[in-house]
């Protein structure tokens, strides 16, 4: 076994020892595991492994135990999680007796029910967000001295045991009726039955409380359903290669560092805010219809797709009772021919079997054209189909490009406000009608005292926002060509590979 110091190091022969103590492995097998058979073989078969009490310092070379249901390392020197994110399968961790000081490496444990992290050296409750099956969690005699801590298990809703003792946060007085009033789906606190009394007594002891958090995780959990709804909605957008009718807007505005400046100006906002106000009415409205020719070309697609494959099915069929058709007179010739009954002579004989040869003949020309005449009508159904996904692309080209003229006359009507917003401040300014007061930051006032450096950044600016107007727009032409070839190539090349 390997060694460095007074640590062990996981190799193959700890983990072949590891098996055999979960007796994993039949006694007959036993030579085989020390001897003949090799590790590789054996690993995706195992589902439990112990590596207690090895003095292990790093979780490593587990690569290959993707079968893992229970996993042992208490009682090591283990001082990070880490290398478990390929235990998918895995049911059952325990990691108590080490120096584990944060949570953290399972969000790919997502089959995750027990989980012993006793005797560590844990301040934080973390790193559980992706494990929604756990039901048995140990965190005793560890180092949590915060009962805030606690309420980040309220997530957790199929927690059923629960284990606290031993940190400092058990010694408070609140400690027992806190946890029962806050972490309601735990029947088990500290290895003891919970009475549903002392639960009661508990919620109403902190009810104005628990009200507050609820109300708060409400809200948070309405803040999340938006996003997840968000990220969904972009989705949809990227599939229908039109996410950028989405994002255009706030990717103007990005690293952008002369429309900063000029965001200290007074009033600068009411030409930001109806350039807003125009870009969404124009994205929606071209969102709107996109989808529409976008369903409308998928619709094209799956009715392709139904067409070629009744195709082949009928070709098929065809073809399949042409075979049936021929070996059942095969079956026939071969049982009159060797039938110990049959009085046929050899003229017979050899009369029946070129007849046979004849026929099989006919039924290998028939199924050859079936197979030209499929051809033909694939290249006559692809051929339609190209032609009208190319007057689709050929649409919405030309609504991106009607799309894009909309923005960049936004973006100069928007320049154009926005530098008369500098101006009417430069006059005014002139003519002593504003003195610096009125102007918030120092920002404002260098752009209003100097009309030139003014003019500059407006002008930086706006060229800034056309340049990135028309790279969108290039990138989404050469998207959608990419996205038409690829569905053409796609078929054509189906089609040869049948």
């Known amino acids: 076994m390997a060694s460095k110091g007074d640590v062990q190091v996981i190799d193959d022969i700890m983990l072949m020892q590891g098996i055999l103590d979960e007796r994993m492995v039949q006694e007959n097998d036993v030579a085989r595991v020390n001897g003949e058979f090799n590790l590789i073989d054996l690993a995706p078969t195992v589902q439990t492994l112990s590596l207690s009490f090895k003095r292990i310092a790093v979780i490593e070379n587990l690569v290959g135990f993707e079968s893992l249901v229970k996993l042992c390392l208490d009682n090591n020197r283990i001082r990070e999680i880490q290398n478990l994110g390929h235990l998918v399968n895995l049911r059952w961790l325990d990691l108590s007796f080490n120096a584990i000081t944060t949570i953290k490496g399972l969000e790919k444990l997502t089959q995750l029910e027990d989980l012993s992290l006793y005797s560590n050296k844990i301040e934080t409750i973390e790193g559980l967000d992706h494990c929604k099956r756990l039901q048995c969690l140990s965190l005793g005699n560890n180092m949590i001295r915060s009962?805030?801590?606690?309420?980040?298990?309220?997530?957790?809703?199929?927690?059923?045991?629960?284990?606290?003792?031993?940190?400092?946060?058990?010694?408070?007085?609140?400690?027992?009726?806190?946890?029962?009033?806050?972490?309601?789906?735990?029947?088990?606190?500290?290895y003891a039955m919970i009475d549903e009394n002392d639960r009661a007594m508990a919620k109403e002891q902190y009810h104005d409380e628990l009200l507050d958090t609820q109300e708060k995780e409400m809200v948070l959990k309405e803040k999340a359903s938006r996003e997840e709804k968000h990220s969904a909605y972009l989705q949809e957008l990227e599939g229908a290669g039109i996410l950028f009718a989405q994002t255009i807007f706030d990717e103007l505005f990005a690293d952008d560092a002369d429309m900063e400046r000029l965001k200290h100006l007074p009033n600068s906002?009411?030409?930001?805010?109806?350039?807003?106000?125009?870009?969404?009415?124009?994205?929606?409205d071209y969102i709107r219809v996109s989808m529409e020719r976008h369903l409308k070309r998928q619709k094209e697609i799956d009715d392709f797709d139904k067409s070629i494959t009744k195709m082949r099915t009928a070709d098929e069929t065809d073809s399949g009772m042409l075979i049936d058709g021929y070996n059942k007179s095969k079956r026939i010739v071969a049982d009159q021919i060797t039938s110990p009954?049959?009085?046929?002579?050899?003229?017979?004989?050899?009369?029946?079997?070129k007849s046979l040869q004849e026929e099989l003949e006919r039924v290998c020309d028939e199924m050859m054209n079936i197979e030209v005449r499929q051809v033909e009508k694939?290249?006559?159904?692809?051929?339609?189909?190209?032609?009208?996904?190319?007057?689709?692309?050929?649409e919405t080209l030309e609504a991106q490009q009607l799309f894009f003229r909309a923005i960049e006359e936004l973006e100069e009507k928007f320049s154009t406000s926005l530098r008369a917003v500098a101006m009417d401040l430069i006059d005014r300014f002139a003519r002593d009608e504003l003195d610096q007061e009125y102007f918030d930051d120092d920002e404002a006032m260098s752009l209003v005292v100097d009309k030139d450096t003014c003019m500059s950044v407006l002008t930086s600016s706006h060229d800034n926002h056309v340049g990135k107007i028309q790279k969108k727009e290039d990138e989404a032409r050469s998207s959608e060509m990419r996205r038409f070839q690829e569905f053409a190539s796609f078929y054509t090349t189906e089609e040869v590979t049948q």
């Open 147 to 190: 009962m805030e801590q606690v309420k980040k298990l309220r997530a957790q809703r199929s927690l059923r045991m629960l284990t606290l003792s031993g940190n400092p946060i058990a010694s408070e007085g609140e400690y027992r009726s806190f946890l029962l009033a806050y972490i309601d789906s735990i029947t088990y606190l500290d």
């Open 269 to 284: 906002k009411d030409p930001i805010d109806a350039f807003r106000s125009a870009f969404k009415n124009i994205s929606e």
């Open 341 to 353: 009954f049959s009085t046929l002579t050899s003229a017979d004989c050899q009369r029946m079997v």
């Open 378 to 394: 694939f290249e006559t159904l692809v051929d339609e189909f190209e032609n009208r996904l190319n007057e689709m692309k050929n």
